[in-house]
């Protein structure tokens, strides 16, 4: 059982979330929401279904990934009602769930019945979750204006879910550390994958996301999604995205490797990470977003002029001939939370000079975010570059000997805080 701090936090969270949906519910003229957990979909054709991870309004009352056809009903001045599905099934087991204080908040049903619970003392209700497991159902069906208003109560982070957080952090650094021990031993993208899980303790299917692990070439696929059995003949680099789902909130670290002898690989990872270091600590409330993605920018520019990869060209001509945008073609980052790529990000629409930007905002105290520069040599956005005017300010020999080790990303997960930010992943790695 997680210790009593977390526990406790638990219960101001209840409250919080509590004032803040009432809130909602009053602002949009309902006295009634009905929450889906929803459920994992018959793949087509099939009699398997998908792997099931929960709606994202449910985990965030209930950090319950895995039941399905689970109904949470919130209503004003009244505890929040959750059915739970729990069928005599001989073919699957059921899960258990932990007595915890939290339960207390709640008043609590098992149900062998897959429908909803009954709707007493709700005279307009709203019902939110997928559709296809909203049929039949009576009140207003995913209205649009009061989901963006529930999405809002999510960007700022109760203590109980920064406390998650960090634990997602820390249990997901301890299979960095075994991936990346794996890697330096000689082993494949495999059995790298199987180091973390090992680490990790929790499967692939119930991780937030799909592990990134880029050997070599493998590395320049910005989300890479197989694993190669093999052992490359060298292992030049590692490129690891991964992270842990805990009480259903997580993490998403990504750390680069060089492999043994790669001494000019290696300084760029070491210069592309003290640029994550000064973009980290830009953080802070009252940052703009987008400003952090330009100066990453900037940095990028800076790091190809010292390392000799770019010449003759200002970091500021780099930026505006589109020559940063080839080598870090992505975003500088995302909100984090029960999402991986948490919800109300973009109240605005992404500028052109950024148009792979997941968060548009400006930063505020609770928020979490990644942050995640990279630099990639990925032959589809080099190649324009080596087949125009711009190509005399390419270093190719070094470029070609750079390209077989894919490209590098470094990402941590950073709380804003009153006065600054807490950088959540450094924490984790001791």
Same mark, same amino acid.
């Given at each position: 059982?997680?210790?009593?701090?977390?526990?406790?936090?638990?219960?101001?969270?209840?409250?919080?979330?509590?004032?803040?949906?009432?809130?909602?519910?009053?602002?949009?003229?309902? /006295?009634?929401?009905?929450?889906?957990?929803?459920?994992?979909?018959?793949?087509?054709? &099939?009699? *398997?279904?998908?792997?099931?991870?929960?709606?994202?309004?449910?985990?965030?009352?209930?950090?319950?990934?895995?039941?399905?056809?689970?109904?949470?009903?919130?209503?004003?001045?009244?505890?929040?009602?959750?059915?739970?599905?729990?069928?005599? /099934?001989?073919?699957?087991?059921?899960?258990?769930?932990?007595?915890?204080?939290?339960?207390?908040?709640?008043?609590?049903?098992?149900?062998?019945?897959?429908?909803?619970?009954?709707?007493?003392?709700?005279?307009?209700?709203?019902?939110?979750?997928?559709?296809?497991?909203?049929?039949?159902?009576?009140?207003?069906?995913?209205?649009?204006?009061?989901?963006?208003?529930?999405?809002?109560?999510?960007?700022?982070?109760?203590?109980?879910?920064?406390?998650?957080?960090?634990?997602?952090?820390?249990?997901?650094?301890?299979?960095?550390?075994?991936?990346? /021990?794996?890697?330096?031993?000689?082993?494949?993208?495999?059995?790298?994958?199987?180091?973390? *899980?090992?680490?990790? *303790?929790?499967?692939?299917?119930?991780?937030?996301?799909?592990?990134?692990?880029?050997?070599?070439?493998?590395?320049?696929?910005?989300?890479?999604?197989?694993?190669?059995?093999?052992?490359?003949?060298?292992?030049?680099?590692?490129?690891?995205?991964?992270?842990?789902?805990?009480?259903?909130?997580?993490? &998403?670290?990504?750390?680069?490797?060089?492999?043994?002898?790669?001494?000019?690989?290696?300084?760029?990872?070491?210069?592309?990470?003290?640029?994550?270091?000064?973009?980290?600590?830009?953080?802070?409330?009252?940052?703009?977003?987008?400003?952090?993605?330009?100066?990453?920018?900037?940095?990028?520019?800076?790091?190809?002029?010292?390392?000799?990869?770019?010449?003759?060209?200002?970091?500021?001509?780099?930026?505006?001939?589109?020559?940063?945008?080839?080598?870090?073609?992505?975003?500088?980052?995302?909100?984090?939370?029960?999402?991986?790529? &948490?919800?109300?990000?973009?109240?605005?629409?992404?500028?052109?000079?950024?148009?792979?930007?997941?968060?548009?905002?400006?930063?505020?105290?609770?928020?979490?975010?990644?942050?995640?520069?990279?630099?990639?040599?990925?032959?589809?956005?080099?190649?324009?570059?080596?087949?125009?005017?711009?190509?005399?300010?390419?270093?190719?020999?070094?470029?070609?000997?750079?390209?077989?080790?894919?490209?590098?990303?470094?990402?941590?997960?950073?709380?804003?805080? &009153?006065?600054?930010?807490?950088?959540?992943?450094?924490?984790?790695?001791?």
């Amino acid at each position: 059982m997680p210790d009593t701090d977390l526990l406790s936090l638990q219960i101001d969270h209840m409250g919080i979330l509590q004032s803040r949906y009432e809130q909602v519910l009053e602002d949009h003229g309902y /006295d009634g929401l009905l929450i889906s957990s929803g459920a994992a979909p018959m793949r087509y054709g &099939d009699d *398997q279904s998908w792997h099931f991870q929960g709606y994202g309004p449910f985990l965030h009352w209930t950090g319950l990934a895995g039941f399905e056809h689970a109904w949470l009903l919130i209503r004003k001045g009244r505890k929040p009602l959750l059915s739970l599905y729990q069928p005599v /099934d001989f073919w699957h087991a059921s899960l258990e769930l932990a007595q915890e204080p939290w339960l207390e908040e709640f008043e609590l049903r098992f149900s062998e019945s897959r429908s909803t619970p009954e709707l007493s003392g709700v005279s307009q209700l709203a019902v939110i979750g997928d559709p296809s497991m909203l049929t039949d159902l009576p009140g207003d069906e995913n209205p649009g204006a009061l989901r963006a208003a529930l999405d809002e109560t999510r960007v700022h982070k109760t203590a109980y879910e920064i406390a998650c957080l960090a634990h997602a952090n820390k249990l997901a650094m301890a299979g960095h550390h075994a991936a990346r /021990d794996a890697f330096l031993a000689g082993a494949s993208e495999f059995e790298i994958n199987l180091a973390y *899980q090992r680490a990790t *303790q929790q499967r692939e299917a119930d991780a937030p996301y799909h592990s990134i692990i880029g050997v070599n070439e493998h590395a320049g696929t910005l989300h890479y999604q197989y694993y190669d059995t093999a052992t490359p003949t060298k292992s030049r680099s590692l490129l690891m995205d991964a992270g842990v789902r805990y009480r259903g909130y997580c993490s &998403d670290i990504t750390r680069t490797t060089a492999g043994v002898g790669e001494g000019r690989f290696a300084a760029l990872v070491q210069g592309l990470e003290q640029l994550q270091f000064r973009l980290c600590k830009m953080v802070a409330p009252g940052v703009d977003y987008v400003d952090i993605h330009r100066k990453t920018h900037l940095g990028i520019a800076a790091l190809l002029s010292a390392t000799e990869l770019v010449s003759g060209l200002s970091d500021e001509e780099m930026v505006a001939e589109g020559v940063t945008r080839a080598f870090f073609p992505h975003g500088i980052g995302h909100f984090l939370g029960v999402q991986v790529h &948490d919800v109300a990000g973009k109240p605005v629409p992404s500028p052109a000079d950024a148009p792979f930007l997941r968060l548009m905002r400006t930063l505020e105290p609770g928020m979490v975010v990644t942050i995640e520069p990279g630099l990639y040599f990925i032959p589809s956005l080099l190649e324009p570059l080596l087949s125009g005017p711009l190509e005399r300010h390419i270093n190719r020999p070094l470029l070609d000997e750079l390209q077989g080790c894919g490209g590098i990303r470094i990402e941590d997960n950073v709380v804003v805080t &009153d006065s600054g930010c807490r950088n959540l992943t450094r924490e984790s790695e001791g």
